[in-house]
T-cell receptor, first 111, second 114 residues
Framework: GENVEQHPSTLSVQEGDSAVIKCTYSDSASNYFPWYKQELGKRPQLIID?????GEKKDQRIAVTLNKTAKHFSLHITETQPEDSAVYFCAALTRDDKIIFGKGTRLHILP | ETGVTQSPTHLIKTRGQQVTLRCSSQ?????VSWYQQALGQGPQFIFQYYREEENGRGNFPPRFSGLQFPNYSSELNVNALELDDSALYLC?????????????FGPGTRLTVL
């Protein structure tokens, strides 16, 4: 069946440095890729998304890139801040209209 | 916060019991999806409803069932509860099927099965 793989499962970066989280997807027909941030005890919040007709999208310190040929997409956070500490999930919209999630990356921003 | 709400916030049940969880979607959102999120894991897709009909199901047994109502509310029912059903249950709503509309989550119901 369809699945989304996410790496790494845990990531620690120094405050001010960049963080990169990578995902791969199996359904070649997937055409929409959202990213969610989940803080402890809270619901997942949509932070950025990308559609298959573009290769990159940026929103302030957050950017997402998509390589459809390789079925890879990545989240890039620059100039990380303490409030970026959270669990991040990538997801993909499958051909049968389901949004399925990766297992998550726990991001720690070190002082 | 999003316009998606869920009730109850927390629930404790014993093995073998049945439970009903409720969700109110954002107004105008015809698609509602339910997810199970175990501790430290990503949301696992249970099933999805579009205009009151189930139109997608994940790898969950039939004792997980649902309903969607015309007023943008929906239910997740779980029969014969097992210990492994303990998790955060999230509903999420979005716009028309096949569109790129963003999906927004409710706050979740934390279910504990003893």
């Amino acid at each position: 069946g369809e699945n989304v793989e996410q790496h790494p499962s845990t990531l620690s970066v120094q405050e001010g440095d960049s963080a990169v989280i990578k995902c791969t997807y199996s359904d070649s027909a997937s055409n929409y890729f959202p990213w969610y941030k989940q803080e402890l005890g809270k619901r997942p919040q949509l932070i950025i998304d990308i559609r298959s007709n573009v290769g990159e999208k940026k929103d302030q310190r957050i950017a997402v890139t998509l390589n459809k040929t390789a079925k890879h997409f990545s989240l890039h956070i620059t100039e990380t801040q303490p409030e970026d500490s959270a669990v991040y999930f990538c997801a993909a919209l499958t051909r049968d209209d389901k949004i399925i999630f990766g297992k998550g990356t726990r991001l720690h921003i070190l002082p | 916060e999003t316009g998606v709400t869920q009730s109850p916030t927390h629930l404790i049940k014993t093995r073998g019991q049945q439970v009903t969880l409720r969700c109110s979607s954002q107004s105008g959102h015809n698609t509602v999806s339910w997810y199970q999120q175990a501790l430290g894991q990503g949301p696992q897709f249970i099933f999805q409803y579009y205009r009151e009909e189930e139109n997608g199901r994940g790898n969950f047994p039939p004792r997980f069932s649902g309903l969607q109502f015309p007023n943008y509310s929906s239910e997740l029912n779980v029969n014969a509860l097992e210990l492994d059903d303990s998790a955060l249950y999230l509903c999420a709503s979005r716009g028309d099927r096949g569109s790129y509309n963003e999906q927004f989550f409710g706050p979740g119901t934390r279910l504990t099965v003893l």
